[in-house]
Nanobody, 127 residues
């Protein structure tokens, strides 16, 4: 079973950059589709980005496309979310998620499609 630990959150000024990381343990990381979701205060958790097992296919929410980049380092069992041109509306707790059951064809944007979650890391962009 995969276990996930996020890190790298913090406070950054609007227009700045931040990279959050998700370290995975367990043997199933290499066959897991990985996603990043975020949850702002008073709002539902929403999809931000996802990456397939090979690292070659990525998917982004329209709100972050062109500003965020998801990547994975398979030997290090780590997934990253590089966030550039940050805006106050990017303020949220960012969660890493894994679909660890080996499925290939599913809705990458669907929160309920992922079976393993990290504890989250706070990203704050003051207005």
């Amino acid at each position: 079973q995969v276990q996930l630990v996020e890190s790298g959150g913090g406070l950054v000024q609007a227009g700045g950059s931040l990279r959050v990381s998700c370290a995975a343990s367990g043997r199933t990381f290499s066959r897991s589709v990985m996603g990043w979701f975020r949850q702002a205060p008073g709002k539902e958790r929403e999809f931000a980005a996802a990456i397939d097992r090979s690292g070659l296919i990525t998917l982004y929410a329209d709100s972050v496309k062109g500003r965020f980049t998801i990547s994975r380092d398979i030997p290090k069992n780590t997934v990253y979310l590089q966030m550039n041109s940050l805006k106050p509306e990017d303020t949220a707790v960012y969660y890493c998620a894994a679909e660890s059951r080996g499925r290939t064809f599913f809705n990458y944007r669907g929160r309920t499609e992922y079976d393993v979650w990290g504890q989250g890391t706070q990203v704050t962009v003051p207005s």
